[in-house]
């Protein structure tokens, strides 16, 4: 993953995409712009979308007709109340501003479809509505031009996904499951249904064998093509560690709320391409049993007048005091920070020793085991970025983002050291090497206590509210947390049934 922005095409958009992008001068695509291009391609349809605050796009359409100039600034209304982690039912008018920079032609949808990504705002007040996690991002980015640190920082999410055949599950007062199947899944090779044609990737060895074995790469390659065609530039494809149909496929780097939007578009795409052909795609951190779970490792940098403040070759790793501190920032609000990144139950079956889990609070030069890596495959300084890897794609990208860029910057801030770097297979130190390191949360639960404990980096400049912060936890805690807790687990007969 290249996360340089040295070439000045890198950040171009794609064809059949209408964002343009902001020149030097500062000047964007007009509304009327927008408008002009959708007639002129024939699109009958536009679908104005946003993220709720888990991190769920929402939507809904109307005809081009009833699109106009006003309604980029005069927004279009919708129940707030309907809305998971939005507004009571007694204040539920709420309006979207479509943002005309990220208006794209649908790529999946058979009826041409402009979509635009909204902002959220009052309809009262006409403020930005503060659970808004795409404002939140865009604060964030302001905060860290206010703070005199940096211009901008550049975000490279590695977000993985299964592409399974079928997945089905059911809970209920006296039954719960989940089932999956998969082409690929090595549990098929004894399969007598129909002729079997093998060559499935065993647990663990999906990385990177060719077809047979890859069973998937054409759709892959579908998907990669269709998201370029809406304006994601792909750097690479591939399978990726486990049996059954694991995946990832490497978006340029792009600025953090652009980034936000980006991953999106890349879940929608993915899952809506698969869904077409055949297939059901899911970013559930860890949905298979004895096999690698789905990360989403952010590479991120910071940057000021164009030079890259994390590089300097006589530094570790080739690494600046300044990315030091900002990883020192990364990994003291870790268990904080995990709440956000990292923000479902499912994701601590993920963070568990062993499946190249991200589990240590360390950083280290190529070690895949440490919360936080420094890439080594270029000696080019423009390149030079950290990779932090316990977050998961379930994770609301905006807040996620935004998050990690608070937590680095509280780093610098306040000159935080990280641990001392760690370039041995940690888990094979010796007992009083290994218990000198320390490891993520074990559990949401623990997350979300350390969030309600260490959230005053998050709220610097009012980038997060204590109002979005309390709204979080008891979210997840209600709906979540305490909801899985309640359920019998499948395990506990094979403990306890006969007890």
Request: glycine share 6%.
């Given at each position: ?79 707030g ?21 990220s ?16 902002d ?41 996904f ?10 209920n007062a ?20 129909e ?22 790469q054409?759709?892959?390659s ?17 399978h ?12 340029r ?14 879940k ?8 077409k ?19 989403m490792?952010?590479h ?10 994390f590089?300097?070759?006589?530094g ?7 990315a ?21 139950t499912?994701?601590y ?15 280290s ?12 495959y ?7 970025r ?16 935004a998050a990690?860029?608070m937590?680095?910057l ?9 641990p ?8 094979e ?13 074990g559990?949401?639960?623990?997350s ?20 979005v ?5 008891d ?25």
């Amino acid at each position: 993953m290249s996360l340089s922005p040295s070439n000045p095409k890198a950040l171009e958009v794609q064809e059949g995409v209408f964002m343009a992008i902001v020149t030097k001068s500062g000047s964007k695509t007009s509304p009327r712009e927008v408008l002009e291009r959708a007639k002129a391609e024939g699109v009958k349809v536009v679908d104005v979308r946003f993220i709720d605050l888990p991190g769920t796009w929402q939507h809904f359409s109307l005809p081009l007709g009833e699109l106009d100039e006003a309604s980029f600034s005069e927004g279009l209304g919708f129940d707030g109340s309907s809305i998971r982690g939005f507004q009571a039912i007694d204040e539920s008018d709420m309006l979207l501003i479509p943002d005309p920079d990220s208006a794209t032609i649908d790529p999946v949808l058979e009826h041409k479809t402009l979509f635009l990504i909204c902002d959220v705002i009052d309809p009262i007040t006409r403020e930005p509505y503060s659970r808004d996690a795409r404002l939140i991002a865009k604060k964030a980015e302001e905060y860290l031009r206010r703070s005199g640190i940096a211009d901008v920082s550049y975000w490279g999410p590695e977000a993985e996904f299964y592409l399974f055949n079928s997945l089905r599950f059911d809970q209920n007062a006296f039954s719960g499951y989940y089932y999956i199947d998969s082409e690929e899944g090595i549990w098929n090779s004894g399969r007598n249904s129909e002729p079997n044609l093998a060559f499935r990737p065993r647990h663990k060895e999906g990385y990177f064998p060719v077809p047979p074995t890859d069973k998937l790469q054409d759709l892959r390659s579908e998907i990669m093509l269709k998201l370029i065609e809406a304006g994601v530039q792909v750097e690479v494809q591939h399978h990726e560690v486990g049996t059954a149909g694991q995946a990832e496929i490497d978006m340029r780097f792009d600025t953090l709320t652009k980034m936000g939007d980006k991953m999106m578009v890349y879940k929608y795409v993915i899952k809506n391409v698969a869904a077409k052909n055949g297939y059901v795609a899911t970013f559930m951190p860890k949905p298979l049993f004895m096999d690698n779970g789905s990360g989403m490792h952010v590479h991120q940098s910071l940057w000021k007048d164009g030079e890259n403040l994390f590089a300097d070759k006589s530094g570790y790793a080739g690494l600046s005091q300044t990315a030091i501190y900002y990883i020192g920032g990364l990994l003291k609000h870790a268990p904080a920070l995990l709440a956000l990144c990292a923000p479902t139950t499912n994701s601590y079956r993920r963070l568990v020793p062993g499946y190249e889990a991200p589990i240590n609070l360390v950083y280290s030069k190529r070690n895949r085991s440490a919360c936080v890596r420094i890439p080594m495959y270029s000696t080019n300084p423009k390149t030079k970025r950290v990779e932090f890897r316990s977050p998961d794609p379930a994770a609301n990208p905006y807040l996620a983002f935004a998050a990690c860029l608070m937590a680095g910057l509280d780093g610098i801030k306040n000159k935080v050291l990280p641990p001392e770097p760690v370039d041995k297979d940690i888990y094979e130190l010796d007992g009083a090497e290994k218990a000198k390191i320390k490891s993520v949360p074990g559990s949401l639960a623990e997350s979300l206590d350390a969030l309600e404990k260490d959230h005053g980096f998050l709220t610097e400049g009012s980038v997060f509210t204590e109002d979005v912060i309390d709204t979080w936890i008891d979210y997840k805690r209600k709906k979540e947390v305490d909801q899985v807790a309640l359920r019998p687990h499948p395990w506990e007969f094979m403990l306890y049934s006969d007890v």
